[in-house]
């Protein structure tokens, strides 16, 4: 299984036939420019290429008026004037003779990338299509959009394909209303995250897909959602009046847990783009990608959308399809330091949804904010595009995009993308094709050098597993290999970690997370001088916690854990940005398979893949199996038999982010009360 890319050339043939400034940047080199990056990355070879079809008459019409469709169709024989004057009737709209055509290929090509992911031909991919959809409504285009090929590929996965859960995330900047009133019939349908200003970055979309959008599509309760919507929404007027949050039935307990995932893949939120004025570097998409990768067995289908900015929207692109393709992400830039609006936005966005979502509700989320009592003087206002302000912040972005696109082009996908060192071969393990089976060790003085404050390593079987790591992290650390597997017997795999930690940081590691699950003590020998961060789950707890040293009790429920991982780990290893990730599974660890397999999978992305996982050697053949597998990029199994977690392991959690959350600024989900204005809509 691996990825498609839907495409086809046709649809760069609609074009603006007369001037008009607000519609030129809906030009077919957004396309062009998307397919050149990726080909000349070779992304596309790697894909399986699909050539769109143009979708019927009667698939439009899982979403749009017959008379809709029907007008669409007679604009094929209008001349230039009467399509202007079509055009006109609607909000930043042109149309061309050809774009019924264009647009029937772009619903086309996210129905044929829905069934290629849905009958197994492919994990998961991209449609490259213009127009784009997400504005588009029953009967009204809208915003360059013409058919809402998202809302089409949803309803038709449910129709043709008989799913009862589908995920539908809207990053573009703008807000795809057209998919929002298309499902505003379920009043459950709706979950937006509206930007309260400009200038949003890597950090505040992190922030967003780990408190928000992770949490509900994870948790299931006992009430089906039939689709779902979640959107990050563009900045609202710092002076506009907050919206009342409308009332809604009150239900047990909502699920989701989705069995497709769709993405209105917009990159008008990337940064250099003039009409979204974000600061979302193009790996923010990567990491995006990647976690939403984990939900739904990896089917993962993304559709284009906005995205003005031609080199900002190919690299983006690109992104994408290399996590797609299950390359890792690489490091994100800049720090990893939320925004004060961002968090205003996510504390509202939680507090309205924790009444229907156990998860929130466990979470403590705090109440809804009042408008600010400052005047809007006091406050940013959003750059107006093309006025002088907007200019100067163009030229200094422009030389931030250039720099960041310099140092992605440095960063190659290694050689070896996983490597997998054990102590003996095991006939029953199944490794994923392009996993490498690593059987070399480190030189013989440098393993007794490592080995010699360490007891537990003096016996040969221990010092030969010791071999093998000392050999995989040297490969990890110069760029041969992306990630790996160590095995180690059971008395040694304390002795174990501590080598690997202490000869990752000598060795070139500047920043070293450690992950250590089950009763693993923290060597007695590190200093909290902010180049190593030790995390234990399920170990007893430290005499002297601090910022570097945190340890959580290992929650015994699918929630819990849920809450653990993207309350706790994955926030403090955004916040702390390692160059390398060690997981350490000490004997006993306490983790099911699925369960260790996720906490790998997710941790992939702070360290840009390069992560090493230490198990014990006696470890079954399937977990070493299932952790090659997500390390390669592949989605982690389902958690299966959803529960809560228990008040006593939400205490527990909430008591220790309070005080990490001055240091590690990803913890924090609320803003400073009475800075800012919120505004949230909620369909009822």
């Not at 031909?121 to 784009?132: E, K, S, T, Y």
């Not at 949803?154 to 795809?176: E, P, Y």
């Not at 229907?356 to 750059?383: D, F, H, I, N, R």
Request: proline content about 9%.
């Amino acid at each position: 299984m691996g990825t498609a890319l839907v495409y086809h050339e046709d649809m760069t043939a609609a074009r603006l036939l007369w001037e008009d400034p607000e519609c030129e940047i809906e030009c077919p080199q957004r396309l062009t420019a998307a397919l050149e990056g990726l080909q000349q990355r070779g992304l596309e070879q790697r894909c399986l290429r699909l050539v769109a079809r143009e979708a019927s008459e009667a698939e439009l019409g899982l979403v749009h008026s017959p008379e809709y469709v029907a007008l669409l169709r007679g604009t094929q024989a209008l001349g230039t004037q009467e399509l202007q004057a079509l055009s006109g009737q609607y909000d930043a709209v042109y149309f061309h003779p050809r774009t019924f055509h264009c647009a029937r290929l772009a619903v086309g090509a996210a129905l044929q990338l829905v069934d290629a992911v849905m009958t197994g031909a492919v994990r998961n991919g991209l449609a490259l299509v213009r127009p784009p959809g997400h504005h588009s409504q029953r009967a009204a285009a809208n915003g360059f959009c013409v058919f809402n090929s998202v809302a089409i590929a949803a309803r038709h996965a449910k129709q043709k394909h008989g799913l009862h859960r589908v995920l539908i995330v809207d990053w573009d900047v703008h807000h795809g209303q057209g998919t929002q009133y298309i499902f505003e019939d379920d009043p459950r349908a709706n979950t937006d995250a509206p930007w309260l200003q400009v200038g949003m970055g890597n950090a505040d979309y992190m922030a967003a897909f780990l408190h928000v959008l992770l949490p509900l599509a994870f948790e299931r309760g006992t009430e089906p959602l039939g689709v779902r919507r979640v959107s990050l929404e563009d900045p609202l007027p710092f002076a506009a009046a907050p919206a009342p949050l409308l009332p809604r039935p009150t239900w047990p307990c909502l699920q989701f847990d989705p069995e497709l995932v769709l993405v209105s893949a917009g990159f008008d939120s990337a940064i250099g783009d003039p009409e979204g004025q974000m600061q979302a570097t193009p790996e923010c998409f990567a990491h995006l990608t990647q976690l939403l990768q984990v939900l739904a067995d990896g089917r993962v289908c993304a559709v284009l959308e906005g995205g003005y900015h031609l080199e900002s929207l190919s690299q983006s692109v690109c992104m994408m399809v290399q996590a797609l393709l299950g390359d890792p992400a690489p490091p994100l830039s800049g720090p990893m330091v939320p925004h004060g609006s961002a968090l205003e936005s996510i504390q509202s966005v939680r507090a309205a949804q924790a009444p229907y979502w156990m998860s929130l509700q466990q979470q403590g989320a705090a109440p809804v904010l009042s408008p600010s009592t400052c005047s809007p003087e006091g406050k940013p206002s959003p750059l107006l595009p093309w006025g002088p302000e907007f200019k100067a912040a163009a030229t200094q972005t422009m030389a931030a995009l250039s720099s960041l696109l310099d140092k992605l082009c440095l960063n190659p996908t290694p050689p070896v993308r996983t490597a997998v060192a054990l102590t003996a071969p095991d006939a029953a393990l199944v490794l994923p094709p392009g996993v490498l089976c690593q059987e070399r060790s480190a030189l013989p003085e440098e393993m007794q050098a490592w080995a010699r404050p360490h007891k537990a390593l003096a016996q040969d079987k221990a010092l030969t597993a010791l071999g093998k790591v000392l050999y995989l992290l040297d490969r990890l650390l110069d760029g041969q290999v992306s990630s790996g597997i160590a095995a180690t017997p059971a008395p040694a795999t304390a002795a174990t970690l501590d080598v690997a930690i202490r000869c990752g940081l000598s060795h070139g590691a500047q920043r070293l997370l450690c992950v250590a699950v089950g009763q693993l003590d923290r060597p007695p020998d590190l200093t909290d001088d902010g180049r190593n961060l030790w995390l234990n789950i399920g170990g007893k707890e430290a005499a002297a916690p601090s910022t570097f040293h945190v340890c959580v009790p290992l929650p015994g429920t699918t929630g819990g854990f849920l809450n653990c991982v993207l309350a706790l780990v994955l926030p403090l290893a955004y916040s702390f940005q390692p160059d390398l990730v060690l997981v350490a599974l000490g004997p006993a660890h306490g983790l099911r398979d699925p369960q260790a397999a996720l906490l790998t999978a997710l941790l992939r992305g702070p360290a840009g893949g390069r992560v090493l996982a230490l198990i014990d050697e006696e470890s079954t053949p399937q977990l070493v199996g299932v952790l090659a597998r997500v390390l390669h990029g592949e989605a982690p199994p389902s958690l299966g038999p959803f529960s809560m977690a228990s008040p006593e392991d939400m205490q527990a959690l909430m008591r220790l982010r309070g005080p990490l959350e001055p240091q590690w600024k990803m913890l924090q989900v609320a803003g400073e009360a009475g800075v800012g204005v919120v505004r949230l809509r909620v369909s009822a």
